[in-house]
């Protein structure tokens, strides 16, 4: 870190990291203790449904099970299960990426080295096995298999690196102590990102019994929580907290396109870190819907904006030629954000 573009920083006493895999087979191990039942490599083919829509069972490819209740926590295949119950969940794959380094002789990191996250140059960085783990999100961002994941794509990765950001390791790279530093593994795969990626989860109950779950990139230090909310869902019938904002029913029919779906979890992804202020514009997937008027209301100087695809006038600057707002809203800053 220099101090030539440094102005403050937050400390969490508290934050970490965890292993993953480790986590994951705690949980499974004391679930087991609990009476759980779990079975790995089954696939979900299709549901069957009752008169009003209630699950009555859940076709694998190992049998069909009966059941009231289906938790929908497939990933990125999300939206593939989803779809077998006649849900949207607009979640796109997006590739991501970080790379880990060697230990740096006589710099080696110590285990409660502090997770860094640089909002100003979009990475994060932490300890790993005494040297860096490094990862970020890119300003243009790749989507993968928009028109379906591939079922059999578990636990793999991308052969190969795609691109490398200029900007890891701070604006001055070349005099950083990650100039030192000698690569170890670099790891490219893809990540189920939804077109609101900075609210991490959407949850969805549809009728009595299909529950959805999509936790994005916070899996880990978010899921004791969420897992305390859709239990409380399934077992009293509410979620115990307001969850009305992630509701995916403000998903409307124009994302079932997945390539408009996919654009806005581009974006979502490329300001992951960016603050957000209340009435930014979507820059990318614009102009889908546009009204008969959309082109005199232009000429008349309306600023537009979009919701759900829909392209409507904020505000008009008379005088002036009409635009679509967005790109131009992350100069304002907080005292110059547009009221309305």
């Not at 939206?79 to 997006?94: D, E, F, K, S």
Request: charged share 25%; hydrophobic share 35%; net charge neutral.
């Amino acid at each position: 870190m220099s101090e030539a573009d440094l102005y403050g920083a937050l400390y969490i006493r508290g934050d970490g990291h965890l292993e993953p895999s480790g986590v994951t087979l705690e949980l499974a191990r004391q679930a087991k203790q609990m009476g759980v039942a779990m079975q790995t490599g089954v696939r979900v083919t299709g549901f069957e449904f009752g008169p009003t829509g209630e699950v009555r069972q859940v076709h694998t490819d190992h049998g069909s099970i009966t059941t009231e209740i289906v938790v929908n926590a497939a990933g990125m295949w999300g939206r593939q299960v989803g779809a077998m119950a006649g849900v949207n969940l607009p979640i796109t794959p997006l590739v991501h990426q970080h790379l880990t380094t060697k230990p740096i002789p006589g710099h080696e990191l110590p285990p409660d080295t502090p997770v860094l996250r640089d909002p100003y140059h979009l990475f994060y960085l932490r300890e790993e096995v005494r040297g860096f783990l490094i990862g970020g999100f890119e300003v243009q961002p790749q989507a993968w298999a928009v028109d379906g994941v591939p079922w059999d794509f578990t636990q793999k990765l991308f052969p190969r690196l795609g691109f490398v950001r200029p900007d890891y390791g701070g604006s001055h790279p070349a005099d950083s102590l990650l100039a030192q530093a000698e690569l170890m593994h670099l790891v490219n795969g893809p990540e189920g990102i939804t077109p609101t990626a900075a609210r991490w989860w959407d949850p969805y109950r549809a009728g009595p019994a299909f529950c959805s779950l999509r936790l994005v990139a916070h899996r880990l230090w978010r899921g004791r929580a969420l897992g305390d909310i859709v239990a409380q869902w399934i077992v009293n019938g509410e979620p115990g907290s307001n969850v009305s904002e992630l509701n995916v029913r403000r998903f409307g029919p124009i994302y079932e396109d997945r390539t408009y779906a996919a654009e806005r979890a581009r974006e979502s992804y490329k300001y992951y870190y960016e603050l957000r202020y209340p009435h930014d514009e979507n820059e990318w997937a614009r102009e889908r819907r546009l009204s008969p008027l959309d082109g005199r209301l232009l000429k008349l100087g309306g600023v537009f904006g979009e919701k759900n695809g829909w392209e409507r006038v904020n505000y008009f600057e008379p005088g002036r030629t009409g635009r679509r707002a967005g790109a131009e809203q992350k100069k304002w800053g907080l005292g110059q954000t547009a009221l309305f």
